[in-house]
């Protein structure tokens, strides 16, 4: 019998539009790309589908922080995206927001600076 794969847990909200920030400043990709990307970048800890992935794309594009080119391949045609300036500044501010979460967490989780849960 087979495990069944947990999907990807509620807590991510703005994470999928990190991902695909970061992974387009690397390199320019199409949507699906970026889907693959994603799965492979993670090990296969975050499955976002394209019907996850399509809509970021194209209200990152539609925000100006990503550009659009329409590449002819064969037949067909597919839309690569790269990340403009403004796109590079806020994937600057997400990074820098997400790390400080991710050590804030990490603090309550080890028990906060004393040993015990840090209290408001």
Known sequence: MSKAKAPNPDFLNGVPELLVLRLLSRRPMHGYGVVRAIKDASGAQFDFGEGCIYPILHRLERSGLLAAVRERVGNRTRIVYTVTADGLARLERSAS????????????????????????
């Open 97 to 120: 927001s997400w790390a400080q979460v991710v050590a804030a967490v990490n603090r309550v989780l080890q028990g906060g600076t004393d040993g015990e849960p840090s209290v408001a």
